[in-house]
């Protein structure tokens, strides 16, 4: 899916003398429009020109502009009063007015699809709908349909060759335009055509040839037609059955299910009807209720293999709801880049959602927890499978949208993740069905996307490996992990499995505790990260460690730790010595010197067991610098510094080669504040190596098992180190 760039907000603009001009916002009428043949030759000519080009190109996305946004109509087009085309002034929303259109070209399908439409008294005007379903057939509005557009949003498109001004009505919000049927007495007697088909036959017949034909949202369509003039009751749930079926195909779980259940006759053959309802539920992921359909279908039609399979499924669904009982491995097999979604049930049941003295809702322990205990997974609410970063983001966003329109079950979960401040109040029918739709606000999703959403590889396993790609990560919405509150020094860690997130404890946890993870890897610098957070999300942390760095630490001392860590990324240029680099002894020794000096600017009063992030970077250079000349008791001298530096506690005297300590005891200390990353892993791993250098086989052994219990952590299942070489 390509992505269309938000258009850039309205802002003063060099014009070509130089002179900077700046758009004209105010409301007005339009100067001159252009006449219906102008209007229709133009647009002949783009959609000629899209008939030329290569077939199933993808529909771009149009994200929509947060410094733009004006919320959804929440309006029926039965209670807005109808106006002319001749009315619509030039930047202005048009509140409780509206619009009844008969789409007069075939459309131009682009970001939006553009039409002709035209009004009762012959005014003509250029149309854009954004937004809409590919399983609506308002996605391409057809030539002759009929459409409501409430409280339409008039605009200026930019500038037609001669100069004149090009105008256009905007349909941003899905909800604001609505598909009329051709029998509504709504449509004013002009633009009545009648009905095209005279008989629920007719109409039936028509919908199993788009059926037949894939035409899925023609065949909804047609069924809905037959539905609509069907005289004969008995006649109706054969039709129930097939456009629960079609929605079925189009993933219109919600309608699926309420047809499946309207067909019903009270017969045997109602086995069907369960059998549909069993499995929309299922793809709603509500195994509970997919169940009880099942079995009912399994009641009416013991044998029925098909039947059987989905009750199995749906109960493997329960269970590892019920116990957090996953195999990862064989998960871990089973992923491809094709296959990403995950047939398996969330366990959350360790934590809850409520108040948290942060901000809103947070999440919390239902029991206490240990370091390594998995405190929830979960299935992605939204995640495509789109993993190219520029397109990660409008692919959620478009996905979002369109789950929601199809499903409109899911917009209570999804609407009531936090947007952001929004520019205006918002509207409590949100999500509600008007004119059969759910009321979407396009800009409140992009919100909700942009503050809730996590960037995600195809899995944390194989995006620890040196040979990853690097940047290769979708977009993906996880309602309950979207209560996760930010702390620098969090106690979880999420690590992914295709659209799986698991989170695990990385210290123990008491019941009634609220659970942190960190948003982003954290800047060492606490000016700096909580920059990105005021800036991505609008709070300034308040976790243990910014609390101490911000406000007990001096600013003097920081300014002296900034200055310091400057200094040696200078000298080590961002690049951490590999293996077989020869590093000149005299860089080794300034580094030591300035890291020294590093050291000593963390007040230990204040530092005394929280991690000291700007030493981190210098520390494990060290490890390589000495790794790479076998200096093993220096390896395992900055090893444990790399250690300490995280945050973890380390017995007195460990930074010396003949302590004998069990570094697998660190990840249980209850007083430090550690923070758990793959480069704790791989410092536990080179401690490994250099203890093995010195013959110390029983040191190196428990270093190996804690840098394996440290990968778990990261990766979220147990996985052989080996993978790190790979
Ligand atoms: C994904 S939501 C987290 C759940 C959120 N508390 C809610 O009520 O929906 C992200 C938002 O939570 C808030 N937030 C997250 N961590 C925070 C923290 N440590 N302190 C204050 N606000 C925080 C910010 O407003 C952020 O934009």
């Known amino acids: 899916m390509a992505v269309v760039l938000p258009s850039p907000p309205v802002t003063a603009s060099p014009g070509l003398d130089g002179v900077v001009t700046k758009p004209d916002t105010t409301t007005r009428a339009p100067r001159v429009k252009p006449t219906k043949e102008d209007l ?39 209670e807005v009063d109808i106006i002319p085309l001749s009315q619509l002034e030039v930047n202005s929303h048009h509140r409780g007015s509206g619009l009844i259109l008969k789409v007069i070209s075939p459309p131009f399908l682009g970001a939006g699809a553009v039409s002709i439409v035209e009004d009762e008294f012959g005014n003509v005007d250029k149309i854009s709908i954004y937004n809409q379903n590919d399983s609506s057939i308002l996605s391409g509005v057809p030539e002759g349909c009929i459409i409501g557009v409430k409280e339409p949003y008039y605009t200026i498109n930019g500038k037609n060759a001669d100069g004149s001004e090009d105008y256009m009505i905007c349909v941003d919000h899905p909800s604001d335009v609505t598909l009329i049927r051709f029998t509504d007495p709504i449509i004013p007697e002009p633009l009545r055509l009648g009905p095209l088909l005279k008989t629920a036959e007719d109409w039936k017949k028509a919908g199993d040839t788009a059926f037949l034909e894939k035409d899925f949202p023609t065949a909804v369509f047609c069924y809905t037609e037959a539905l609509d003039c069907a005289e004969d009751e008995g006649f109706k749930p054969s039709i129930y059955t097939k456009r629960a079926g079609t929605s079925l195909i189009l993933g219109r779980y919600d309608s699926a299910k309420e047809d499946a259940l309207a067909s019903r006759t009270g017969t045997s053959t109602d086995w069907k009807a369960y059998y549909t309802a069993g499995r929309a539920c299922y793809g709603l992921c509500n195994y509970s209720e997919s169940k009880e359909y099942l079995s009912k279908a399994l009641e009416l039609n013991p044998t029925n293999p098909a039947i059987k399979k989905e009750y199995e499924r749906c109960l493997a669904r329960l269970h590892e709801e019920e116990t957090g009982d996953y195999d990862f491995e064989a998960i871990y097999k089973s992923l491809s880049p094709k296959n990403v979604h995950l047939d398996l049930g969330s366990f959350t049941r360790n934590t809850e959602v409520k108040a948290s003295p942060l901000h809103g809702r947070g999440l919390f322990a239902t029991k206490d927890l240990a370091p390594g205990d998995l405190v929830f997974a979960e299935k992605a609410t939204l995640m495509p499978n789109q993993y190219e970063p520029m397109r990660a983001s409008a692919a959620l966003y478009a996905l979002t949208v369109r789950q929601l329109l199809d499903n409109p079950s899911l917009c209570k979960s999804v609407l009531q993740l936090y947007p952001g401040e929004m520019t205006y109040e918002r509207n409590p029918l949100e999500g509600t069905l008007v004119d059969g739709v759910p009321v979407l606000d396009v800009f409140v999703i992009e919100g909700l996307r942009n503050k809730n959403c996590f960037s995600v590889p195809l899995s944390t396993l194989e995006d620890t490996r040196p040979t990853a790609q690097e940047g290769r990560q979708a977009k993906g919405l996880w309602v309950h992990a979207s209560n996760l509150n930010h702390a620098c ?28 993870q960190q948003y982003v890897p954290v800047k060492s610098l606490p000016d700096v990260r909580n920059g990105v957070y005021k800036d991505g ?28 860590l400057a200094q040696v990324e200078k000298i080590l240029n961002k690049k951490t010595p590999r ?32 991690p000291r992030l700007t030493l981190i970077y210098g520390s494990n250079w060290l490890v390589g610098a000495y790794r790479g000349k076998k200096n093993y008791s220096k390896t395992i001298r900055h090893a444990v510094k790399v250690l300490r530096n995280f945050g973890f506690e380390m017995p007195q005297g460990a930074e010396s080669q003949d302590k004998v300590w ?24 080179r401690l490994a190596e250099a203890y093995n250098g010195l013959g110390k086989k029983e040191m190196a052994e428990r270093s190996v098992e804690a840098a394996e219990f440290g990968y778990m952590l990261v990766t979220g299942f147990k996985n052989d180190l080996s993978n790190l070489d790979r």
């Open 40 to 78: 229709l030759k133009t647009h002949a000519v783009h959609v000629q020109k899209q008939a030329n080009s290569p077939e199933n190109a993808p529909r771009p996305v149009k994200q929509p502009n947060l410094a733009l946004a004006y919320p959804a109509s929440t309006k029926s087009i039965r």
């Open 489 to 516: 020094v969090p106690n979880t860690l999420r690590s992914f499995l295709g659209d799986m997130l698991i989170s695990r404890a990385t210290r123990h946890i008491k019941a009634g505790e609220e659970i942190f």
């Open 537 to 564: 999300w609008g709070f300034e942390c308040s976790c243990t460690l910014c609390v101490a760095e911000l406000k007990q630490s001096s600013e003097a001392s920081r300014e002296k730790r900034k200055d310091l």
């Open 579 to 610: 293996a077989k680099t020869i590093i000149p002894d005299a860089t080794i020794r300034s580094v030591d010197k300035l890291m020294k000096q590093l050291e000593e600017a963390h007040e230990p009063e204040i530092y005394g067991r929280l």
């Open 662 to 685: 069990d570094p697998r005891q660190m990840f249980f200390s209850e007083e430090w504040h550690s923070l758990m990353t793959i480069h704790v892993v791989v410092a536990l791993r």
